[in-house]
């Protein structure tokens, strides 16, 4: 049972978290109060002031978490920082391991204590070695925090680079997509068609599908976060045959992918103006949140839109749509934008002006598989 002197001090922890808590939306405070150290708090609040991405901080904070978490299971004690490269080299073999060879080495990987220890507290959900991409992560953000300190790690010694590579290669992975099928125009078309009422539901989830799928296919975040500050009025933009298409800029600010002091630019041109239009003077929203959420009785709150419930209107959606609901989510409309881009013969270097991707290979990487696998690049002969 702690001391009193104990609980003070994750009391007095749980409140410096709370004044961050407007910035960095935690819900497992009083879980956080616990596993961060004074130090770590410190660091958290003094990276807020600094202006860091909400997103960024999130997930800094949730691998923070983890690896204290791990490190108290692992070794009863919390991260030292410096971490010697012992204890780097631990924490590779504890998540990146052969399930086959677990079959007949019980001993191999995570030990079966820290494993359900971990899975006790809910860091651990899912059975199997960890992805190596999630592992690469986490010791990314690791290495900064000890950079934070003033420290020198050695997250690039040549022992560590070669555990992760020979785990990596000794037991293959393969990919998996964060939508298993891009949301093209014709999916989304079929989506729209579910929103056909008046309901603000059905006006507000159309907004959403049009609104991310045409701003370049905007992270589910983004999305949620948006508010109406950050929407200006564009000239309208003349057309050879018929009126101008009605025109909107989207200044996402700082993006996972953006400088530090760089305010990204989108564009909105014609339907999804209009449909974004219709759902703001239905919900009466002059001001703050652009989506926010909307009850069983049709009230509009004035919380915003939580990004996974971005997720849950694609998915659901989908399910009303006679499609999968476990083949679309809200990433879809991110990968089908750059896919319909493909599929029009629009160049890649203009999608990628509106998608806002830095690089042509990791924009590339988004275009549907069964798309490339029909189109002409793959019928050269």
């Not at 975040?221 to 989207?250: C, F, H, M, N, Y």
């Not at 006679?322 to 896919?339: D, I, K, N, Q, V």
């Amino acid at each position: 049972m702690p001391s009193s002197s104990q609980t003070s001090l994750v009391d007095r922890r749980a409140e410096e978290l709370d004044t961050i808590a407007a910035v960095l939306p935690m819900e497992r405070r009083d879980e956080l109060a616990e596993l961060l150290t004074d130090q770590d708090i410190q660091t958290l609040k003094h990276l807020v002031n600094e202006g860091m991405g909400e997103n960024t901080l999130r997930a800094l904070t949730s691998d923070l978490a983890y690896l204290q978490a791990w490190s108290l299971a692992a070794t009863g004690a919390s991260l030292p920082w410096p971490a010697p490269e012992a204890l780097l080299l631990k924490f590779v073999a504890h998540h990146l391991w052969d399930a086959e060879k677990r079959v007949t080495d019980p001993d191999h990987g995570m030990p079966a204590a820290v494993d359900q220890n971990l899975r006790d507290q809910g860091f651990l959900k899912s059975l199997g070695p960890h992805a190596p991409d999630t592992v690469r992560r986490r010791l990314a953000t690791w290495s900064t925090l000890t950079k934070w300190r003033g420290l020198t790690g050695l997250f690039t010694s040549p022992a560590l680079k070669s555990a992760i590579r020979l785990a990596v290669r000794a037991v293959p992975r393969t990919h998996r997509r964060k939508s298993a099928k891009a949301v093209t125009s014709d999916v989304l078309a079929k989506l729209l068609a579910t929103c056909a009422t008046d309901s603000l539901r059905d006006v507000r989830d159309r907004a959403i599908l049009m609104v991310a799928f045409a701003s370049g296919g905007r992270r589910r975040s983004e999305i949620s976060s948006l508010r109406v500050e950050q929407i200006s009025v564009e000239p309208p933009i003349k057309t050879d045959s018929g009126p101008p298409l009605p025109s909107r800029a989207i200044h996402l600010g700082r993006t996972k992918t953006s400088g530090a002091d760089h305010d990204e630019i989108v564009y909105l041109t014609g339907r999804p103006v209009e449909a974004l239009d219709a759902w703001l003077t239905a919900a009466n929203i002059a001001s703050g949140s652009v989506f926010p959420k909307v009850d069983r009785w049709g009230n509009v709150s004035k919380r915003a839109l939580e990004p996974g419930a971005v997720n849950a209107v694609v998915k659901h959606r989908a399910q009303m749509a006679g499609l999968a609901p476990s083949e679309f989510s809200a990433h879809g409309l991110r990968s089908g934008y750059l896919t319909e881009a493909a599929n029009r013969g629009i160049p890649l270097p203009e999608a990628m002006e509106q998608s806002r991707h830095r690089s042509v290979q990791q924009a590339s990487s988004y275009y549907n598989s069964a798309t490339r696998r029909s189109g002409r690049a793959a019928r050269l002969l």
